[in-house]
């Protein structure tokens, strides 16, 4: 029994290497089956790593149902993980640590989940529109407070110095970020970023990988655009399609100063906790849209944390 068990966490371990590894796009398929074959042993942490593959079609078709109760299997078997993902979702609240359970438990609290609820954007979209051309769009409760400080009790322990992708647009930060992609993300994640896909009509494929950003007092991101310059980035375009769209979902509220500025246009905002904006980055034609320069400015007091969704046009194959 010892073997087996140790055999499972083997694989495990070893996929989540290849998740981590810096060739991890050539191992994907290999570091997913061996979480299928850890998670078909009894493995807790494996059967919640195929939740999250089962609800981001990582390897396979999009399934919620099947993914809640994958979760909810990982967490009978012990996955603390798994637990605090179902305490948030079926009660709303944030748990350190899950809660003593009776044989049975979470897969009675996973059968009152509605996750079709959960999925769907406010009933108040449509927003309130910042500005019409270019197009800049504040949308109300796209996450609940609870969900909010989910995002950033997961993107804080990986927290570093932010670096710079987009080539050629005269990029400068100073705040710290965390990426959040397979071995940081988990159904929670995955649910806002459905969310998201279906509040502005775009295939999930066409998210890149999300990120949250904090800012301390003085950290900024100077003025820079999101699209990528076709100038040096044509390779990945033509590849990855161009950035689109953005959307950013404020986190938190006890902080000064700290707007979103979109200095072309006059425009400065602060959002409310859950509340996002979301804009286009490209004129008809896929054109690069200078208007939409845009900067994170510095708090001068609390901490700023931001959710940042950037959207491609089209997906690779």
């Known amino acids: ?150 995002l950033i009790a997961t993107a804080q322990p990986w927290l570093e110095r932010a670096t710079l992708h987009n080539r050629g647009v005269g990029q400068a930060r100073t705040n710290q970020y965390s990426v959040l992609n397979v071995l940081h993300t988990d159904l929670i994640v995955e649910m806002i970023r459905a969310r998201i896909a279906k509040e502005i009509g775009a295939p999930l494929p066409c998210l890149e990988v999300s990120q949250v950003l904090r800012y301390a007092p003085g950290e900024e991101f100077l003025p820079h655009y999101d699209f990528l310059d076709p100038q040096v980035n044509r390779e990945e375009i033509d590849r990855f399609g161009q950035r689109t769209a953005t959307f950013l979902i404020y986190l938190n509220e006890d902080f000064q100063g700290g707007e979103t500025s979109f200095p072309q246009l006059g425009i400065r905002h602060r959002g409310t906790t859950g509340e996002a904006i979301v804009f286009g980055n490209l004129r008809p034609g896929r054109v690069p849209d200078a208007r939409t320069q845009h900067a994170g400015l510095p708090p001068t007091s609390g901490v700023k944390w931001l959710f940042s969704q950037w959207i491609r046009d089209r997906y690779a194959a």
Request: with cysteine; glycine share 6%.
């Open 1 to 150: 029994m010892t073997s087996e068990r140790e055999e499972s966490d083997a694989k495990y371990r070893a996929a989540m290497s290849m998740f981590a590894g810096p060739d991890a796009a050539q191992h994907v398929d290999e570091a997913v089956g061996l979480i299928d074959a850890a998670a078909q042993e009894g493995h807790p942490e494996a059967i919640e790593r195929r939740a999250l593959f089962e609800c981001s079609g990582l390897g396979r078709t999009v399934h919620w149902e099947t993914a809640l109760d994958s979760l909810a299997d990982a967490a009978e078997l012990g996955s603390q993980r798994a637990a605090r993902q179902l305490v948030l979702l079926a009660e709303n609240r944030l748990e350190a640590a899950s809660p003593a359970a009776r044989a049975g438990f979470w897969k009675e609290t996973r059968s009152r989940l509605s996750i079709a609820r959960r999925l769907q954007p406010p009933a108040s979209s449509g927003g309130r529109m910042l500005s019409a051309d270019p197009f800049i769009r504040a949308i109300s409760g796209m996450c609940s407070a609870v969900e909010c400080q989910w």
